[in-house]
T-cell receptor, first 111, second 114 residues
């Protein structure tokens, strides 16, 4: 079993839809959770960074962490074609530790 | 402010050759990490350096080595290249020592081994 699992997609939605992206993990020691967006042939861009369980909102993006279920989510409201990218969930045990990434979910937002 | 920069952008090598990749972190960031991203997969951790000291090493063979310089820039070296080393090599910098230490990535170096 991989440490971090993520549905690879591809996921295709119409413009304006609410998008839900999810990851599960196996190691209960993870405390810091991140979502990165990666456009084709570019480096990952940090979208959200959260500590422990709970919700965090930033504009159209909301990150949720449920440590009891070992499950994290990223919601994108009013999705735009410019949101079309691969979304990587990532996590680490401490703020100094290496970052473990999921395989990424490919998202296409159709105008 | 300039972000993380990496050079070269693209590189083509043949099996058995050696390669050096370079990274300059964001100004004020003292930690650099290296990741390998194979097509269709998430980045895999290779090394972390902080204040010129190795702070972490991933599950990669000894053909992979790195170092960090006094100005906090870093080099990743890969010897005896294999076809399977073809990937996007990403450098990430962070402040480390303060706060949550978010990592910010550079654009990557795309290495092709023929």
């Amino acid at each position: 079993q991989k440490e971090v699992e993520q549905d690879p997609g591809p996921l295709s939605v119409p413009e304006g839809a609410i998008v839900s992206l999810n990851c599960t993990y196996s190691n209960s020691a993870f405390q810091y959770f991140m979502w990165y967006r990666q456009y084709s042939r570019k480096g990952p861009e940090l979208l959200m960074y959260t500590y422990s369980s709970g919700n965090k909102e930033d504009g159209r993006f909301t990150a949720q962490v449920d440590k009891s279920s070992k499950y994290i989510s990223l919601f994108i409201r009013d999705s735009q074609p410019s949101d079309s990218a691969t979304y990587l969930c990532a996590m680490r045990k401490t703020s100094y530790d290496k970052v473990i990434f999921g395989p990424g979910t490919s998202l296409s937002v159709i105008p | 402010d300039a972000g993380v920069t990496q050079s070269p952008t693209h590189l083509i090598k043949t099996r058995g050759q050696q390669v050096t990749l370079r990274c300059s972190p964001i100004s004020g960031h003292k930690s650099v990490s290296w990741y390998q991203q194979v097509l269709g997969q998430g980045p895999q951790f290779i090394f972390q350096y902080y204040e010129k000291e190795e702070r972490g090493r991933g599950n990669f063979p000894d053909r992979f080595s790195a170092r960090q310089f006094p100005n906090y820039s870093s080099e990743l070296n890969v010897n005896a290249l294999l076809l399977g080393d073809s990937a996007l090599y990403l450098c990430a910098s962070s402040v480390l020592g303060q706060g949550q230490n978010e990592q910010f990535f550079g654009p990557g170096t795309r290495l092709t081994v023929l």
